[in-house]
């Protein structure tokens, strides 16, 4: 019976230590991947918070990641970054409102993301009727969104990250 017993706890030691190893991966993979759709390294920056509200069979949903960039200085951004204030065409997507049971609210008030950011964003276009992955000209004439959106806070060195996929 001992013998039971041992062998239960070191399995179950096993399986959380194999968990914690799967998570912390993936959450180093998704500061990655969101450093690689906006073209920066975030490999010295560090993960807040986070929401993923994807789900079901099509994958439709939301995508929010908080990041925070203490050590880094954004002199100079690639130059598919652009300077704030958002374009009209992202200006209408991000202060469009969702409603749960609750209430309805916009993506600054959904994330706490400060609506007078001093900064740039950066803007992806996944759509498959996407002309420019950069270019949101279009982005409200269709029936879908499937977009990336970084908003940088220069002096909070603050990366708000958010996809939005329908």
């Given at each position: 019976m001992l013998k039971k017993k041992k062998s239960f706890i070191i399995v179950t030691i096993i399986l959380v230590v194999i968990l914690i190893l799967i998570c912390a991966i993936?959450?180093?993979?998704?500061?990655?991947?969101?450093?690689?759709?906006?073209?920066?390294?975030?490999?010295?920056?560090?993960?807040?918070?986070?929401?993923?509200?994807?789900?079901?069979?099509?994958?439709?949903?939301e995508y929010?990641?908080?990041?925070?960039?203490?050590?880094?200085?954004?002199?100079?951004?690639?130059e598919n970054w652009k300077e704030l204030p958002l374009s009209e065409e992202l200006s209408?997507?991000?202060?469009?409102?969702?409603?749960?049971?609750k209430s309805c609210k916009n993506i600054y008030d959904r994330y706490s993301i400060p609506k007078d950011i001093e900064g740039s964003y950066y803007f992806l276009d996944r759509h498959t009727e996407s002309i420019s992955i950069h270019d949101d000209s279009n982005l409200n004439n269709r029936s879908s969104y499937n977009f990336s959106l970084a908003l940088l806070d220069k002096k909070k060195k603050t990366i708000y990250y958010y996809e939005l996929d329908t």
């Open positions: 993936l959450f180093k993979d998704n500061k990655k991947r969101i450093g690689k759709n906006i073209e920066l390294d975030l490999s010295s920056c560090k993960i807040v918070s986070s929401k993923d509200t994807h789900s079901g069979f099509l994958g439709d949903g929010f990641v908080k990041v925070e960039c203490k050590k880094l200085e954004f002199k100079s951004l690639p209408n997507i991000t202060n469009m409102e969702s409603c749960d049971d």
